[in-house]
């Protein structure tokens, strides 16, 4: 007789159907695969109200018999505005503050309704550590903090009352926590400087790709055909922020080499999809006149958003050094797409050490434009010549979300105490 599942209680804001972040991929696969590891998720995240866009693409991949509820939950900035003012505190720690009310009060009928063993909940959003925290002070219950990257960090946010919360409820959460997980080498030594008496209980769990979904793209449509046939494309999938991936240098580089006829548009074109920042993206690229090697598109469903990535020519990652204990989730998605990846980052960040360790060694500084100038027409080349590297296989097989699944169901068992 098989023995019954254990049961986790989730809190995560980014869930389906929300669109436009990666971020959602990372507790959707754990709920898909933890069951066959002996875990049920229990998921408790926000009304799509909350959502400022919303798909049902991914609602499908939710397994039917997942317990999932939804607490009522405003987004500040779009539901309780006046003329596009509103008052700070209700957006501290963040603009979704409102599902805190809800949120712990129909968590704590799931614990008494399912009796979990253990807690877990995920930033970005912090308000998912304040319901987590909450659950965790009435309910007794080990709770495992998912931070994913560094909450309260030099100079972010940027405003200094903002900052003082998330350095609050970082405190706290570190304090409180059974286990608190990071997504980069990096970010957990930062964290276990600055907390060393919790540094034993401070754990890596990286991102990854989904395998599934990638072999269902590759059956919808088995063949690759390039992007644009002729036209070299390289290929910048997700968003564009303004700080942490400034596409400044970049289009200044583009710029150039146009100037010096390295790149023409009839055979070189940089594509951003769901950049989310397209004006700024235009507004450079017209600056440097490079206009017409740019373009930018709408996102993608999920599915299609792979079978992008396989077709391009060419991938891009950008990370600025101020993020170098972050890694992008796409890179993942990126090793197991099998094409060329060109980083711009910072050499020592951790965004670059998934990609050398990964055999992809093109690589040029985000902020310095002569770098990417002297990188890139290399690199089209070699992709031309088709002596670019790719993703060594073993590289691709450890970043799966199966056997991330895995070593987050050992930390559940490890924090709820056998």
Not at 117 to 129: D, G, I, K, M, Q
Not at 317 to 340: D, F
Not at 378 to 392: C, I, K, W, Y
Request: charged content about 25%; proline content about 8%.
């Amino acid at each position: 007789m098989s023995q019954p599942l254990r049961r986790v209680l989730m809190v995560a804001y980014h869930f389906p159907p929300l669109a436009g972040s990666s971020g959602i991929q990372r507790t959707l696969r754990f709920v898909q695969h933890l069951p066959a590891l002996g875990w049920q998720p229990l998921v408790l995240t926000a009304h799509p109200r909350a959502y400022e866009r919303t798909s049902s693409d991914l609602l499908a991949e939710v397994p039917p018999d997942t317990v999932v509820r939804r607490a009522f939950a405003l987004d500040t900035a779009r539901h309780l505005s006046f003329k596009g003012r509103y008052v700070g505190a209700m957006a501290r720690p963040d603009r979704w503050m409102s599902w805190r009310f809800d949120g712990v009060r129909q968590g704590l009928q799931l614990v008494r309704e399912f009796r979990p063993e253990v807690l877990w909940s995920t930033f970005p959003v912090p308000t998912a550590h304040v319901i987590g925290a909450a659950l965790q002070q009435r309910t007794g219950l080990p709770w495992v903090a998912d931070f994913r990257d560094p909450m309260a960090q030099d100079g972010y946010p940027s405003d200094p009352v903002l900052w003082s919360a998330f350095d609050r409820l970082e405190r706290q959460t570190v304090a409180q926590a059974r286990l608190s997980v990071f997504t980069t080498p990096g970010a957990a030594r930062e964290y276990r400087r600055r907390y060393p008496g919790r540094a034993a209980d401070i754990r890596v769990l990286e991102n990854g790709f989904d395998e599934e979904s990638f072999q269902a793209a590759e059956r919808a449509e088995p063949a690759t055909p390039p992007l644009h046939p002729g036209r070299f494309t390289l290929l910048h999938s997700g968003i564009v922020y303004p700080e942490e991936r400034d596409p400044g240098p970049l289009m200044q580089a583009l710029g150039q080499l146009r100037r010096a006829g390295r790149l023409q548009a009839d055979g070189f074109c940089l594509r951003f999809r769901a950049a989310a920042h397209e004006g700024l993206l235009h507004r450079l690229a017209a600056e440097h006149g490079v206009a017409d090697l740019i373009e930018t598109q709408p996102p993608l469903a999920y599915a299609e958003a792979l079978q992008e990535m396989r077709r391009a020519d060419a991938l891009l990652v950008m990370q600025s050094s101020g993020c170098n204990e972050q890694i992008p989730a796409k890179t993942y998605e990126y090793l197991r797409a099998g094409r060329p990846v060109l980083c711009l980052s910072d050499p020592a960040g951790d965004t670059a050490g998934v990609l050398r360790d990964a055999g992809l060694t093109s690589l040029a500084r985000l902020d310095d434009a002569a770098d990417i100038a002297r990188v890139l027409p290399a690199f089209v080349d070699e992709v031309r010549a088709g002596t670019a590297p790719r993703a060594v296989d073993d590289a691709v097989r450890q970043a799966s979300r199966r056997g991330r699944s895995e070593a987050f169901a050992r930390m559940l068992a490890e924090a709820a105490g056998r």
